[in-house]
């Protein structure tokens, strides 16, 4: 089955670098994604990672993903209050030919000055 | 270039009524995604387009909604009649052909049925 699962609430200082966390069921999974969602907007696409890849860095993120466990996190490094959002988990299904993403609940990141 | 638009950005209306969500992909993009969230559970699939065929909707709750997207450019997503549980957000994204994996995804519409 296609199950995404993320830890609900995360509160970091400023400056502190946070992890966010989440697991998945589908071991066909071909592309794995963080999106954020701040308030009153869209969700937007932060950055993703093919499922042969371990890991991925842009500026502040750094994705980590372990595909034996089944385990993605995202990493921001020098967490600003900017940062507070919600953070999606996602991926696409190999089973899927249509590219719908399986999410997760979302991960609310709070950053306290 | 414009963004995924989506319309109302909130509809309030009382179970039994009609509502139509609105959304306009990104110009030139054949691919375009409905999802839900409801109640600050995960967003689920609702249904995918191409152009204006409908390629997945395996994830369409029942037959009171209906999606359209004639000539393969915006949108309708209609809720008749609505309930209760039909409150939530809805997403809508787009992709360019070829790079399904790459989704834009609107501001959402917020649905509140009363």
């Known amino acids: 089955g296609e199950d995404v699962e993320q830890s609900l609430f995360l509160s970091v200082r400023e400056g502190d670098s946070s992890v966010i966390n989440c697991t998945y069921t589908d071991s066909s999974s071909t592309y794995l994604y963080w999106y954020k969602q701040e308030p009153g907007a869209g969700l937007q696409l932060l950055t993703y990672i093919f499922s042969n890849m371990d890991m991925k860095q842009d500026q502040r993120l750094t994705v980590l993903l372990n595909k034996k466990d089944k385990h993605l996190s995202l990493r921001i490094a020098d967490t600003q209050t900017g940062d507070s959002a919600i953070y999606f988990c996602?991926?696409?299904?190999?089973?899927?030919?249509?590219?719908?993403?399986?999410f997760g609940q979302g991960t609310t990141l709070q950053v306290k000055p | 270039e414009a963004g995924v638009t989506q319309f109302p950005s909130h509809s309030v209306i009382e179970k039994g009524q009609t509502v139509t969500l609105r959304c306009d992909p990104i110009?030139?993009?054949?691919?375009l995604y409905w999802y839900r969230r409801v109640m600050g559970k995960e967003i689920k699939f609702l249904l995918h387009f191409v152009k204006e065929s409908k390629q997945d909707e395996s994830g369409m709750p029942n037959n009171r909604f209906l999606a359209e997207r004639t000539g393969g450019t915006y949108s309708t997503l209609k809720v008749q009649p609505a309930e209760l549980e039909d409150s939530g957000v809805y997403f809508c994204a787009s992709s360019p052909f070829g790079a399904k994996n790459i989704q834009y995804f609107g501001a959402g519409t917020r649905l509140s049925v009363l």
């Open positions: 996602a991926e696409t299904p190999l089973s899927s030919n249509t590219g719908k993403l399986i």
């Open positions: 110009s030139g993009h054949d691919n």
